[in-house]
């Protein structure tokens, strides 16, 4: 391999968030490369970027500890931070508040690019609190508060409803962004008012931000009224207000209006999104037939589209055809990700063949894929529909160990182990039981519904145990 046309193929990888083909390469390099070129941070932080694209944390932490400390620039840090920030199912936020904190450990300079990666995820995570606290350390620095940086904190806290606080961060800005802001607030904690508070702002003539429009059509869908949320569609037709109303159609199965809205964006002369095929995808049974008709668009599937697909497909009580989808996905030049692995397992779980479910966990294992709880936790289900507890809490105990923390569903597929037992184990399901509230995880009504069954349906019934 050329050194050039290695260099060339490793940017390419990495622009495209392909994690393993990008670090494939590096080692390639390194056998056609001086080494004073791997001492430099760039070539380690264009594989990290692979990891940012891809908004996969644990490959980007992994490749991280790799990088020699004597290569590391503060880019690694910012790229580090932004990508644990993106990635809300790793922790987001906490993840890149720790990150940031060894970046000051190693006397590495901060920026605002820094904190406004961390605000970003605060944001997307919907922590006003926290939010609050980083900006206000970024101005205790005497660090420029950028627009961004403000409009994150604002964002945060309208993702809470907090309209007032988002306005305050605002202050100084357009009254067409705050307003934009109030909007988003209501959409949130009173969807059925956001409508009415666009209508109220159209009556000013003054100026309307799109996403104000885009809050009120996503309220419209998330109260699956369709029908109000494409008449506003007609008067913001953007492709993401396109892709809210066509994912919002696709979940109450309304698949032959989806498919017009994909028509008319075609006919609008709007760009099709990938995200809007993930939306549809992700619900419609005509998943793997929709992968197909995506290359007549001239869109090539990402991870993402066969993630959504794969998934969509899973659900259906299809988990093999789910799996060929999988493995097909590198004769595309793409890499499974966790995220498509877990949706297959999940759907052998709910058909309760736990061989095929932990080869796959395997299979993950070998790709150097980090099992999440979610993954855990539908394996666990997988025994747990057999009746077979020990099995369930031996992945448990493999939880622990990965330093993962159950959560209500695990617990509640335990107890659903105990309930399907033959016999029913009665005693080890209250012992669970107060281990769960030991552990500060809140049942929920399916828990106390699958406790009650195993407690009064068994052989010995009789009164839990306070």
Not at 96 to 115: G, I
Not at 223 to 237: N, V
């Amino acid at each position: 391999m050329a050194a050039k046309e290695g260099l060339q193929r490793l940017l390419a990888a990495s622009e495209a968030g392909r994690v393993l083909e990008a670090q494939q390469i590096f080692h390639e390099l390194q056998g056609h490369l001086p080494g004073k070129r791997f001492v430099q941070p760039f070539l380690w932080n264009v594989v990290l970027k692979a990891s940012v694209k891809a908004k996969d944390w644990p490959s980007a932490e992994a490749w991280f500890r790799q990088i020699p400390a004597r290569s590391r620039s503060p880019r690694s840090y910012g790229k580090l931070i932004n990508c644990a920030a993106q990635d809300l199912r790793a922790g987001g936020p906490k993840q890149a508040e720790a990150v940031l904190r060894q970046a000051e450990r190693a006397c590495v300079t901060l920026d605002a690019f820094f904190y406004g990666a961390l605000l970003d995820g605060c944001a997307a995570a919907g922590e006003p609190g926290r939010a609050t606290a980083w900006m206000q350390r970024l101005q205790a620095h005497q660090l420029y508060s950028s627009v961004r940086a403000l409009t994150a904190v604002a964002r945060s806290c309208a993702a809470q409803g907090e309209a007032e606080e988002a306005t305050a961060w605002m202050e100084g800005t357009e009254e067409e962004d705050k307003s934009m802001l109030r909007l988003q607030a209501t959409a949130i904690v009173a969807p059925d008012e956001a409508v009415q508070e666009l209508q109220k702002m159209q009556q000013t003539g003054r100026n309307i931000h799109e996403h104000s429009y885009g809050a009120a059509i996503r309220a419209l869908a998330q109260q699956s009224d369709t029908q109000g949320a494409r008449q506003l569609l007609r008067q913001k037709p953007t492709p993401h207000n396109f892709t809210t109303v066509i994912g919002a159609c696709a979940k109450r199965k309304e698949f032959r209006v989806a498919i017009l809205l994909l028509a008319e964006m075609l006919e609008a002369g709007l760009e099709m999104e990938l995200c809007t095929w993930a939306a549809l995808l992700s619900q419609t049974p005509l998943a793997v037939r929709w992968v197909e008709d995506m290359r007549h668009y001239q869109l090539q599937p990402d991870e993402v589209i066969y993630g959504a697909a794969i998934a969509a497909v899973a659900r259906t009580k299809e988990a093999d055809e789910a799996l060929k989808m999988l493995h097909s996905m590198r004769s595309e030049q793409l890499v499974p990700n966790a995220v498509a692995y877990t949706a297959v397992i999940a759907g052998y779980a709910r058909q309760a063949k736990v061989t095929e479910a932990e080869l796959l966990l395997g299979e993950m294992q070998q790709e150097s894929l980090a099992a999440d709880e979610v993954t855990y936790s539908a394996l666990v289900g997988a025994y747990a529909r057999r009746g077979d507890l020990e099995n369930s809490k031996r992945l448990v105990s493999d939880m622990a160990l990965s330093k993962l923390r159950p959560n209500v569903v695990t617990w509640t597929a335990l107890l659903t182990a105990c309930a399907v037992a033959k016999p029913k184990k009665r005693e080890e399901s209250q012992r669970i039981f107060r281990q769960m509230v030991r552990c500060n995880v809140m049942p929920n009504e399916t828990t106390l519904k699958t406790l009650t069954w195993v407690s009064w349906h068994s052989d010995d019934p009789g009164p839990i145990d306070g």
